[in-house]
Nanobody
Framework: QVQLVESGGGLVQAGGSLRLSCAAS????????MGWFRQAPGKEREFVAA????????TYADSVKGRFTISGDNAKNTLYLQMNSLKPEDTAVYYC??????????????????WGLGTQVTVSS
């Protein structure tokens, strides 16, 4: 049974940085695609970034491209999201997710079958 636990969220001023972590227990992260999503109050959950198994491929939402970086440490079985130049519109609960069946578009919420509980990121202006 794989479990995902996010950490690293918090309150930061606009222009600041945070690094989110997603620790996985059970099957290794390198076995299937992993993604980061976020959900702001009153909005649908949206794609942020995804990484292919073995970290051979990454993809980002246009809104975070050039500011956020997804990476993984297979030895620690941990996925990261480095967030720089944060903006107030980045405020949301951030979730990591696993696509164990390796199906569908990596940017689709429905392609992921396992989720963490999320970590809150608040960016003040």
């Amino acid at each position: 049974q794989v479990q995902l636990v996010e950490s690293g969220g918090g309150l930061v001023q606009a222009g600041g940085s945070l690094r989110l972590s997603c620790a996985a227990s059970g099957r290794t992260l390198s076995s299937f695609p992993m993604g980061w999503f976020r959900q702001a109050p009153g909005k649908e959950r949206e794609f942020v970034a995804a990484q292919g198994w073995g970290s051979t491929y990454t993809t980002y939402a246009d809104s975070v491209k050039g500011r956020f970086t997804i990476s993984g440490d297979n030895a620690k079985n941990t996925l990261y999201l480095q967030m720089n130049s944060l903006k107030p519109e980045d405020t949301a609960v951030y979730y990591c997710a696993g696509n164990r069946l390796r199906k569908g578009l990596w940017s689709n919420v429905g392609s992921y079958d396992i989720w963490g509980l999320g970590t809150q990121v608040t960016v003040s202006s």
